[in-house]
Nanobody, 126 residues
Framework: QVQLVESGGGLVQAGGSLRLSCAAS????????MAWFRQAPGKEREFVAA????????NYADSVKARFTISRDNTINTMYLQMNSLKPEDTAVYYC???????????????????WGQGTQVTVSS
């Protein structure tokens, strides 16, 4: 198992930006496809973005496309989510997740990931 720790959440006004980080340890980071999910109060956890082990393949939820950017730095075992033009509906706990690489395909369902961080709160005020 890889251990994941998120950071970078906080309170921001609508239109502002935040960058989340997910630091990995315990296993070889490049063995894992990675993803961001989020969960708002009273709602199910939803997919935000995913990135393959090499960074060559990336996938976004339609709701964040063109506003959020997922990236990873395999030299320091860290994944990022740059969030721009934030909206109040982006308010949620954001989780990073890892899936051991067995195929080049990247996944969008939370059930497909078995390594999770503790989450970081993002609150966007209107």
């Amino acid at each position: 198992q890889v251990q994941l720790v998120e950071s970078g959440g906080g309170l921001v006004q609508a239109g502002g930006s935040l960058r989340l980080s997910c630091a990995a340890s315990g296993r070889t980071f490049t063995n894992y496809h990675m993803a961001w999910f989020r969960q708002a109060p009273g709602k199910e956890r939803e997919f935000v973005a995913a990135i393959s082990w090499s960074g060559a393949s990336i996938n976004y939820a339609d709701s964040v496309k063109a506003r959020f950017t997922i990236s990873r730095d395999n030299t320091i075992n860290t994944m990022y989510l740059q969030m721009n033009s934030l909206k109040p509906e982006d308010t949620a706990v954001y989780y990073c997740a890892g899936r051991y690489y067995v195929t080049s395909r990247i996944f969008r369902r939370s059930d497909d990931y078995d390594n999770w961080g503790q989450g970081t709160q993002v609150t966007v005020s209107s």
